[in-house]
């Protein structure tokens, strides 16, 4: 099993920044990619962005995100992150990571992104 811990996530004007962090423990060889989705209310839970585990660490980014948001990863912490810059009001949703494996994907309980003036 893979456990993920999420932080960081809160109350921002718009055009401010947040980071959200997301820590795995447990089998994390096991993982090839993680990524971070978000849900807001009376909507879908959507894809922001992933990265790969590989040496590549290759990226992927929803197109509403693009240019404002960067997933990063630090491997020695088994921790992936969201730069998340330029926020707008419609960025306000529920941030949960996700982790990829072969058999299943693991999800994170989720953080509360709220943007507003």
């Known amino acids: 099993q893979v456990q993920l811990v999420e932080s960081g996530g809160g109350l921002v004007q718009p055009g401010g920044s947040l980071r959200l962090s997301c820590a795995a423990s447990?089998?994390?060889?096991?993982?090839?990619?993680m990524g971070w989705y978000r849900q807001a209310p009376g909507n879908p839970r959507e894809l922001v962005a992933t990265?790969?585990?590989?040496?590549?660490?290759?990226?992927n980014y929803a197109d509403s995100v693009k240019g404002r948001f960067t997933i990063s990863r630090d491997n020695a912490k088994n921790t992936v992150y969201l730069q998340m810059n330029s926020l707008k009001p419609e960025d306000t949703a529920v941030y949960y990571c996700?982790?990829?494996?072969?058999?299943?994907?693991?999800w994170g309980q989720g953080t509360q992104v709220t943007v507003s003036s």
């Open positions: 447990g089998i994390i060889f096991r993982i090839y990619a």
């Open positions: 990265i790969t585990n590989d040496s590549g660490g290759s990226t």
């Open positions: 996700n982790a990829k494996l072969i058999t299943h994907d693991s």
